[in-house]
């Protein structure tokens, strides 16, 4: 599901939130640039070598001399639980829809479906009943529960991240309410690859990438988690330094992948899913307590494989435009960066911060008081 990659953008759309956020941004910039300057912590660049084992298994899904494609988004392994609630939605239309048509079909044939009676004013208007509950089912699946249903039914099945050595570009393949597809420059990539981090810190995580608007000059923040879901903090850096070395020094410097992520949503793919949650336990070498888990989970493994399967088969293949498609060949265009007219405009925050309404002061009421009872005498100091 999409559901943190649709948080992040949506606190960048809401006048709400916008001013907070800036504010946090610009303090961790500040931190970092503060680390930088004082030698702390060590910050990679596209120009630093960070690892002698660059790697991307289980991560990519193309690998050529023009460009990478790999996996992204956070919380994959978990789609299915909003499934559920299609699943009942559609199942409700399935019955109801049928019924409202042939209960309709009256006012064409003169007579109703189930009796073959002729029509009469009753039955006319009965007819009506149900497609107006339908209807109003309809817009109220619409207006309130269709954004929830959207971050992982009836929208993109994955989304992509795709690294061009030839133009030196970024493409973001995200929903529209996510961000949509962007073209970034990858010189201005701000990389978290968890370098100097303990070997168990980078357990359940992933590579996250930024282009902050201090880069960029854009008016949003674009990040993209990135990668595979990490066994350790090694993961981390070797997947960074795969990415760094292809778009610095060429495919040859990096080990060609073992295999290739495929995008067709085979059913026992979906059963990795629900294991993950087991891996790292695996790999700790409790063996024995995986099998018992696995034994005794084995209903709930196959409930959420099944809903993770559904989910993916209730959406589409994310395509990329032929432009960004094309990019790099012989004689292509390349496509252009990305800029702020490709969103609407941002909400209008002054300094960052929403103004809290000013609330009158206990002072001025007291005073305001004072001047309006016939009892106070006025003031004539000022006069003498």
Same mark, same amino acid.
């Given at each position: 599901?999409?559901?943190?990659?649709?948080?992040?953008?949506?606190?960048?759309?809401?006048?709400?939130?916008?001013?907070? *956020?800036?504010?946090?941004?610009?303090? #961790?910039?500040?931190?970092?640039?503060?680390?930088?300057?004082?030698?702390?912590?060590?910050?990679?660049?596209?120009?630093?070598?960070?690892?002698?084992?660059?790697?991307? %298994?289980?991560?990519?899904?193309?690998?050529?001399?023009?460009?990478?494609?790999?996996?992204?988004?956070?919380?994959?392994?978990?789609?299915?639980?909003?499934?559920?609630?299609?699943?009942?939605?559609?199942? *409700?239309?399935?019955?109801?829809?049928?019924?409202?048509?042939?209960?309709?079909?009256?006012?064409?044939?003169?007579?109703?479906?189930?009796?073959?009676?002729?029509?009469?004013?009753? =039955?006319? @208007?009965?007819?009506?009943?149900?497609? @107006?509950?339908?209807?109003?089912?309809?817009?109220? @699946?619409?207006?309130?529960?269709?954004?929830?249903?959207?971050?992982?039914? !009836?929208?993109?099945?994955?989304?992509?991240?795709?690294?061009?050595?030839? $133009?030196?570009?970024?493409?973001?393949?995200?929903?529209?309410?996510?961000?949509?597809?962007?073209?970034?420059?990858?010189?201005?990539?701000?990389?978290?690859?968890?370098?100097?981090?303990?070997?168990?810190?980078?357990?359940?995580?992933? *590579?996250?990438? #930024?282009?902050?608007?201090?880069? $960029?000059?854009?008016?949003? !923040?674009?990040?993209?988690?990135?990668?595979?879901?990490?066994?350790?903090?090694?993961? =981390?850096?070797?997947?960074?330094? !795969?990415?760094?070395?292809?778009?610095?020094?060429?495919?040859?410097?990096?080990?060609?992948?073992?295999?290739?992520?495929?995008?067709?949503?085979?059913?026992?793919?979906?059963?990795?899913?629900?294991?993950? !949650? *087991?891996?790292?336990?695996?790999?700790?070498?409790?063996?024995?307590?995986?099998?018992?888990?696995?034994?005794?989970?084995?209903?709930? =493994?196959?409930?959420?494989?099944?809903?993770?399967?559904?989910?993916?088969?209730?959406?589409?293949?994310?395509?990329?435009?032929?432009?960004?498609?094309?990019?790099?060949? /012989?004689?292509?265009?390349?496509?252009?960066?990305?800029?702020? #007219? %490709?969103?609407?405009?941002?909400?209008?925050?002054?300094?960052?911060?929403?103004?809290?309404?000013?609330?009158?002061?206990?002072?001025?009421? %007291?005073?305001?008081?004072?001047? %309006?009872?016939?009892?106070?005498? /006025?003031?004539?100091?000022?006069?003498?």
């Amino acid at each position: 599901m999409y559901l943190l990659e649709k948080g992040f953008w949506a606190i960048q759309i809401d006048p709400k939130t916008r001013g907070q *956020l800036e504010v946090d941004m610009a303090r #961790a910039l500040a931190k970092e640039k503060a680390d930088r300057e004082n030698g702390g912590m060590e910050l990679s660049g596209i120009h630093d070598r960070v690892s002698e084992c660059p790697n991307a %298994d289980g991560s990519i899904y193309a690998f050529n001399d023009t460009y990478i494609e790999l996996y992204a988004g956070a919380i994959q392994k978990g789609r299915g639980i909003i499934t559920v609630l299609s699943l009942t939605l559609i199942s *409700l239309l399935w019955i109801l829809v049928p019924v409202s048509i042939q209960l309709l079909s009256v006012w064409v044939t003169g007579v109703e479906y189930w009796s073959r009676a002729s029509a009469t004013t009753f =039955i006319y @208007i009965n007819s009506l009943v149900e497609p @107006i509950i339908v209807v109003g089912i309809v817009w109220a @699946i619409y207006k309130y529960l269709w954004r929830f249903i959207r971050l992982e039914n !009836f929208v993109q099945r994955r989304l992509l991240i795709r690294f061009n050595r030839v $133009t030196r570009q970024v493409y973001l393949h995200r929903p529209g309410y996510a961000g949509g597809i962007t073209t970034l420059a990858w010189d201005q990539v701000s990389p978290e690859p968890a370098l100097g981090l303990p070997e168990w810190r980078g357990t359940g995580t992933q *590579l996250m990438l #930024a282009w902050t608007n201090e880069m $960029t000059g854009l008016p949003h !923040f674009h990040i993209m988690l990135v990668g595979k879901i990490a066994n350790g903090t090694s993961d =981390i850096v070797n997947l960074w330094e !795969f990415i760094r070395r292809y778009m610095e020094e060429g495919p040859q410097a990096v080990p060609k992948p073992k295999k290739l992520l495929g995008k067709i949503p085979w059913p026992w793919l979906s059963l990795k899913a629900p294991w993950s !949650f *087991l891996r790292p336990l695996w790999r700790a070498g409790l063996t024995s307590r995986v099998m018992l888990w696995t034994a005794a989970l084995s209903p709930l =493994i196959v409930l959420h494989a099944t809903l993770h399967w559904i989910s993916l088969l209730l959406g589409w293949e994310p395509r990329w435009p032929r432009i960004i498609r094309e990019a790099g060949r /012989p004689g292509k265009p390349v496509p252009p960066l990305s800029t702020a #007219a %490709d969103w609407p405009p941002l909400p209008v925050v002054e300094s960052g911060l929403i103004k809290p309404r000013k609330r009158r002061s206990r002072r001025n009421n %007291d005073t305001t008081a004072q001047s %309006d009872s016939p009892e106070t005498p /006025p003031d004539n100091t000022a006069k003498r």
